[in-house]
C-alpha cells in the first residue's frame, strides 16, 4: 500500500478519541486520528508526525497517517490501514494460510455484528477479523492497548462460527518492523487475553504479521510466532 503524498507535522496534543492538535509549519491545526486507541507510545508531544491530506465535507483537512518514535522508527498510526494489507496481500496470493479461498466478501454479518472478512472457496468459508496493533515492548507486539469489548465479541462470534465448522481466524498486523513475535496484552485487558487462549483451544487460529513501513509505503511483510 503506497502512501498518498505525506506533509510533516509535530505532535502537540490530543483532543479526543479521533482528534489531535499538531503544529504544521508555523500554525497549530486539527487532524483526525484514525485511530481509537490509547496509543500513549506514539502520541508524545514533539514526535514527528506525517499527516496525508483529506479531501471533502470534513471537520478536519488532515488524517494522521505515521509516526516517528525517537530511534527513527515509523509506525502507521492508521487502525484502517490493516484492513487493506490484508486485502492486497490475499489478492496476490502471499498469505498461504488463505490460498485455498478464491472470494473475499468484507463485513459479513456474524453473530449478533459483523467481522471484517469472509473467504469461500473449496475448503469452504473462512471468517477473519483482522486487529491493528502499534504498541511493542522488548520486541513483541501488544494488543489490545486498552480493554475492548468489540474485540471481545469478535472472539465470541469466530468461536461460535468455528464450532459451527466454518474455520476462523483472527489476524494481528503489527504496523511497524521491529515485532519479533505477539502476545496478548494481558496488562491492558486481562478478559481478552483468556478469551483469545480459550478461542485459539477451540479451534479458532491466530495468526500475527509485521511490516515494512517507510515513507512511500507500507506492507505485510512476514508472520511472526504468537505467544499465548
Known sequence: MRW???????????????????????RRTRAHLPNSGRLHELLIPGYPMWLARRE??????????LVALPDGTLVS???????????????EGRLAPFRGY????PE???????????????????????????????????FPDAPTERGRRHLSALQAARAA???????????????????????ADPAFGRMLRAAVAGGVQALAYRC????EEIRLAEAIPVIL
Open 56 to 65: 471533502g465535507p470534513r471537520r478536519t483537512r488532515y488524517d494522521v497517517q
Open 165 to 187: 465448522g466454518a474455520q476462523a481466524f483472527i489476524l494481528f498486523i503489527v504496523q511497524r518492523p521491529d515485532a519479533r513475535a505477539f502476545r496478548p496484552h494481558d496488562a
Open 108 to 142: 459479513p454479518p456474524l453473530g449478533e455484528g459483523r467481522v471484517d472478512f469472509r473467504l469461500e472457496g473449496p475448503e469452504g468459508l473462512a471468517y477473519v477479523e483482522v486487529k491493528s496493533v502499534t504498541l511493542v515492548e522488548g520486541g513483541d507486539g501488544l
Open 102 to 105: 478464491i472470494r473475499l466478501i
Open 77 to 91: 498510526a492508521d487502525a484502517r490501514v490493516p484492513n487493506v494489507l490484508f486485502r492486497e496481500a490475499w489478492a
Open 212 to 215: 515494512v513501513v517507510s515513507m
Open 4 to 26: 498518498p503524498p505525506l506533509i510533516p507535522a509535530v505532535f502537540l496534543r490530543r483532543l479526543n478519541r479521533f482528534a489531535v492538535e499538531v503544529r504544521l509549519g508555523r
